[in-house]
């Protein structure tokens, strides 16, 4: 069974402060991905990595795949009150060559803002 | 758009009782997925599909059966309730490129098991 390690597991910060959130295994993925959701909502997709040492970003949030694509990170600069919620990743094994079409979930980094 | 639909949203049942959990998606995806979610445990994928009529199991698949008789459907069911099914269950679809899967999700169905 793969494995998504995420730290911290929660995170309590004041509003302006920034952060960063990781994502480890010790596999390698196709692609992952970053999930945020809220209370009584599902996930909703936030980005996509593909390539090794991609960096994408959206507004605020910064993220970043691993060189050996095996890990990454999640940076939010000047958080606000809206960012609260939980933010999972999710690796693709679809190049593995183990035939899987899951993605596999870490346990999340439960995130508050304090305005 | 309706994207993924799930009902119920809320349901309680008593132990050894069953149920069945409806999903549906309206964007032509070829994988469907059920996934359940508990406090400290993250999401953990019980059954998936890749195409209609197929089914797979995942990481937890022990007292659920699942269904994918139609594309846009697919049916998660509890013959024998028991509490430690209490959970919050999503449902979920994607679509499939070379290098990558998204999922998109349903609201999700809290179930109480007593």
């Known amino acids: 069974t793969q494995l998504l390690e995420q730290s911290p597991q929660f995170l309590s910060i004041q509003e302006g402060e920034n952060l960063t959130v990781y994502c480890n295994s010790s596999?390698?993925?196709?692609?992952l991905q970053w999930y945020r959701q809220e209370p009584g909502e599902g996930p909703v997709l936030l980005v996509t990595v593909v390539t090794g040492g991609e960096v994408k970003k959206l507004k605020r949030l910064t993220f970043q795949f691993g060189d050996a694509r095996k890990d990454s990170s999640l940076h939010i600069t000047a958080a606000q009150p809206g960012d609260t919620g939980l933010y999972l990743c999710?690796?693709?094994?679809?190049?593995?060559?183990?035939?899987?079409?899951?993605?596999?979930f870490g346990k999340g980094t439960k995130l508050s803002v304090i305005p | 758009n309706a994207g993924v639909t799930q009902t119920p949203k809320f349901r309680v049942l008593k132990t050894g009782q069953s149920m069945t959990l409806l999903c549906a998606q309206d964007m032509n995806h070829e994988y469907m997925y059920w996934y359940r979610q508990d406090p400290g445990m993250g999401l953990r994928l019980i059954h998936y599909s890749v195409g209609e009529g197929t089914t797979a199991k995942g990481e937890v698949p022990d007292g659920y059966n699942v269904s994918r008789l139609k594309k846009q459907n697919f049916l998660l069911g509890l013959e024998s309730a028991a509490p430690s099914q209490t959970s919050v269950y999503f449902c979920?679809?994607?679509?499939?490129?070379?290098?990558?899967?998204?999922?998109?999700f349903g609201q999700g169905t809290r179930l109480t098991v007593v």
């Open positions: 999710a690796g693709d094994t679809s190049y593995s060559g183990a035939g899987s079409y899951q993605l596999t």
């Open positions: 979920a679809s994607s679509y499939y490129r070379e290098r990558d899967t998204e999922a998109f």
């Open positions: 596999s390698v993925f196709s692609s």
